[in-house]
């Protein structure tokens, strides 16, 4: 975060001298205060100098904005034989943030006049997800867990992050049945989210797992042995403890990630085309399930920064910046080139929604990186901005259609 006062950086926004550096400083500010009375002469100044009338106020300041962020964009692209400008990184939100934020604030000034209205959205809210997960027993009961938590640790037992006992050693060892621990014997517990859900859980041996939305991860109580493995359906972000004498396996899919402690992240939800593997810090090693079993099989080292697709037993490995593919841990959706169909999966994972889009968006890319935290419509309201799409919404059935 830049040094500069946010009434500078607005400023050099209204006369269009601002760099990127700053323009992300000046969403930042947006996206987590309030507009408050150290913009408010500014804002009122770019009133003043507007020679239209009060109702045309917003739209003339609200398409500047959109200009000078559109300008900042990468080149057109072509969807259909129609040249379209989409928006990258975080200038989709900062359009956003800028005009949600300029146009309520000409709003605060017209308002006691009754000059301008501001229009609510017409698709009713729907809130995002939150914590839920269920825990199922090596007998087959569920346990819904405290939303209120947002995690669980095994250790002499189950509890939660506040240290409140979920389940204690003794129903632990219960549990169990006295089969040894270790090996496939030892993938005896299941902690589940749903669609709308998130949690996480500290396994025995201190690594920490986030589970996303619609995911799965199994787990023993105890890692005894000489591999301390886990199964993973969804997408999961790991911070492996280290032990340089027992191997941390992680299977997903077909693919099997190999750590003695590093931070990745897996991508291995069972309706995608492939399992992608990012590497955050440390090293990983990443193959077949087949590898395992015959270890003449090569596996490919990743280094940080470094992602691996995975497909039908192939592995390709390409360069990214790690941080997108982990930002949903952090609260965010990062879409970096993504056809729009798969940016739809995740709203409807994490806001346990679906969308009938009939392909209809089968050929836009979409470039944005949009906060978890708010209500869909705001989602909506963002991608109906920048791309020939609007939306209807009927119960939790979202009718895509086109302008």
Known sequence: MSKIPITTLFQKYLNNQINSEELQDLLRYFEHSDVGDDLTPLIKQELDRADTQPDELSKAIADRAAQRIIARTRPPRTVSGVSRRWTSGYWVRVAAAVLVVVTGS????????GGLQVPVAQLADIAPGSNQA???LPDGRTIDLDTAQGGI??????????????????????DNG?????????????????KGGTYRVTLPDGTRVWLNAASALRYPAQFTGN???VELDGEGYFEVAKDAHRPFLVKSNG??????????NINAYPDEAQVMTTLVE????????????????????????????????????ITVDASDYVAWKDGRFVFYNEPLPLVIKKLERWYDVSFEHQELAAGIEFWGSLSRNVMLSEILEVIELNTPLTFERKGRRIIVNEK
Not at 106 to 113: A, G
Not at 258 to 264: N, S, Y
Not at 286 to 309: D, E, I, M
Request: proline share 3%; glycine share 12%.
């Open 106 to 113: 000409i709003y605060f000034f017209l308002k006691s006049t």
């Open 134 to 136: 269920t825990l199922t």
């Open 153 to 174: 640790v095994v250790a002499n037992g189950i509890k939660y992050v506040d240290g409140n006992k979920l389940i204690d050693n003794g129903q632990l060892a219960m």
């Open 178 to 194: 006295g089969k040894p621990q270790g090996g496939s014997a030892a993938i005896n517990y299941q902690l589940s989210t749903p």
């Open 227 to 229: 591999t301390r493995e």
């Open 255 to 264: 693919q099997v990630v190999r750590v003695l402690g590093t931070v990745f």
């Open 282 to 317: 440390g090293a990983v090693a990443v193959g077949s399930n087949t590898a395992v079993a015959r270890a003449s099989l090569a596996f490919v080292t990743l280094k940080p920064g470094q992602q691996a697709a995975f497909k039908g037993g192939h592995i390709q490995v």
